[in-house]
Antibody, heavy 124, light 109 residues
């Protein structure tokens, strides 16, 4: 079955970077965009950006431009999200989620499935 | 940026009742670009509806989506105990590409 498995929880100090991985299985990794979404404790969902695993092309939410980097390794069907210059308000659960649409995003799009989430705690 | 406002913030109902959740957009949204998710405590969100009215794979037919323009609705025809959760709407636009509503908590009365 289609599955996304994320790396484990991280504790980082302010100013550090974190890199979260998302390993895909059960489908053609390069066929579907991968999105990253975060959720601060007790808060709603915030879309961070997507990566096209086929081309490596990315589209980041303006808020995260210059601050987030999304990459992939097609040989191991894994996507990565790296967030730099961490602050305490970056404490959140970070999710990867596959787009519903083959080869693109937008029309009739949705995020399915989702990874289990990775808790990133930023604390001095 | 298109802002999605969900109402009510909290909805208290009993199993067997009908639930109607609203999602209003600050600008017109194409129906093809509207999705709904369910999230239970400690779990990742689950896609329920895409394209405003199409059920995702494995979603029971008691869940239905409707609407167009700026007003969209998620209806749960007869609530089951497992339906009590937080629900989010999401839209795909131009900048930023994806935004979520703030969520509606559906709780047991």
């Amino acid at each position: 079955q289609v599955q996304l498995v994320q790396s484990g929880a991280e504790v980082k100090k302010p100013g550090a970077s974190v890199k979260v991985s998302c390993k895909a299985s059960g489908y053609t990794f390069t066929g579907y965009y991968m999105h990253w979404v975060r959720q601060a404790p007790g808060q709603g969902l915030e879309w961070m950006g997507w990566i096209n695993p086929n081309s490596g092309g990315t589209n980041y939410a303006q808020k995260f431009q210059g601050w987030v980097t999304m990459t992939r390794d097609t040989s191991i069907s894994t996507a990565y999200m790296e967030l730099s210059r961490l602050r305490s308000d970056d404490t959140a659960v970070y999710y990867c989620a596959r787009d519903l649409v083959f080869g693109g995003t937008g029309t009739n799009s949705g995020f399915d499935p989702w990874g289990q989430g990775t808790l990133v705690t930023v604390s001095s | 940026e298109i802002v999605l406002t969900q109402s009510p913030g909290t909805l208290s109902l009993s199993p067997g009742e009908r639930a109607t959740l609203s999602c209003r957009a600050s600008q017109s949204v194409s129906s093809s670009y509207l999705a709904w998710y369910q999230q239970k405590p400690g779990q990742a969100p689950r896609l329920l509806i895409y394209g405003a009215s199409s059920r995702a794979t494995g979603i029971p037919d008691r869940f239905s989506g409707s609407g167009s323009g700026t007003d969209f609705t998620l209806t749960i025809s007869r609530l089951e105990p497992e339906d009590f959760a937080v629900y989010y709407c999401q839209q795909y636009g131009s900048s930023p590409p994806f935004t979520f509503g703030q969520g509606t908590k559906l709780e047991i009365k």
